[in-house]
């Protein structure tokens, strides 16, 4: 008889973790489904996209993840937030979160890449009549 796993639990079977070093941070690809999947243009910049996330390859569990080590930092005009995503029952790091800001002539302009939540970018036009959408008259 085949043992079925619970929601929160992952197969004991993987013995090779792929990892990512990233700014001195490893990041597991063992613990997501698809590595940096596409997002289009859906850029969080807190939070967590548990649909990609398989379970934690140390302990085994599926369970929410923690945001650890959240930093702000501002350069030349950009908004960059970073944030690590841990299991939270035994403190992998799952993955690093970086989120960027910026306003370039008439947009905002965001970024975002994650192994877990993915890559990602979106402009918005800062104008009442987005520039981009507007038809030439003759």
């Not at 990041?27 to 939070?47: A, F, H, S, T």
């Not at 140390?58 to 970073?82: A, H, Y």
Request: some cysteine.
């Amino acid at each position: 008889m085949r043992q079925s796993l619970s929601s929160r639990e992952v197969s004991p079977s993987r013995k090779y973790r792929r990892t990512f070093p990233v700014t001195g941070v490893a990041m597991c690809g063992d613990c997501v489904e698809k590595e940096y999947p596409n997002r289009g243009n859906i850029c969080l910049e807190n939070g967590s996209f548990l649909l990609n996330f398989t379970g934690c390859a140390v302990c085994g569990k599926r369970d929410f993840m923690l945001i650890t080590n959240k930093s702000l930092k501002e350069e030349d005009g950009e908004e960059i937030v970073t944030y690590d995503h841990l299991c939270q029952n035994c403190h992998h790091v799952v993955a690093r979160h970086e989120y960027t800001f910026s306003i370039m002539d008439e947009f905002q302009e965001y970024t975002m890449l994650c192994l877990l939540c993915g890559k990602a970018e979106d402009t918005i036009s800062i104008l009442p009549d987005d520039p981009r959408q507007m038809t030439l008259l003759f």
